[in-house]
DNA sequence: CAGAATCCTCGATGATACTG
DNA sequence: CAGTATCATCGAGGATTCTG
């Protein structure tokens, strides 16, 4: 089954999890949340993908309506990304994923509010 | 990156996604609900997995504390799957990305409350 | 019935280099 | 700066067969 296959059928949770499916995307959402980002602030912020990726990322986003591109035509280039209504509507729910996960998370280290995963290469 | 490489990092969000990283486990978490299945029911609800994915998926809830896997000692083989409560307490929140997903959806067909896909193929 | 074992495909992801 | 283009990999997922 292909990456967006589920999208075709006729399941709610399917689509949902079509847009929001793979695992960075919830993550981007958090990142940009109510601010505008240039591309290259994301791509240090979530330094574990590779640019390629987020593009890729940011493109399917885009056209799911999450996100909105704003592109200057200028020299050197500046990209800016920030979320649409549908993308803002999206944060409470993952406000309440980080939530149960808090609560019942079983093992691994010790973690917080604290998203290191952010900044975390960053040297 | 492999595939739950993102629990190692100290990001919430990751580690929920993480648990929650395939596409197939929120369905299944939701096809379950708050009944006992048996590996045979959930195998026809979900038929576009296959059985392998379908058992991979499963194992890997049960890791997670999302399902709880009984086994009956019988022969014929019976095998029950239920909700943990960490389980349980994801299905408010899936219900919330299914409210998400029907307000802003965009465009694909028409789609209620009718999850097709549980059984789409059953002929 | 509920899987385990095996083999295989293919597409997401990464690495690298290049560009306007 | 924000990508694109190209090539390479590798692991999730599928198909099939077998078993207690």
New binding site residues.
Partial sequence: ????ELMEYNCPLGKAMSALG???KPIIVLVIKDRKL????L?VRIN??????L?????EMEADGLVI?Q?FKE???????SLTEKGLALLPILYLLEEWEAKYQIKGPKSKNDCTLLDHKIS
Wanted: avoid cysteine; glycine fraction near 4%; charged fraction near 40%.
């Fill in positions: 089954m292909k990456k967006n793979s695992k960075w240039r591309f290259g602030e791509a574990v993908i590779s640019r390629k990726v593009t890729d990322q940011l493109r591109r592109e020299i050197p280039p500046r990209v800016e990304y």
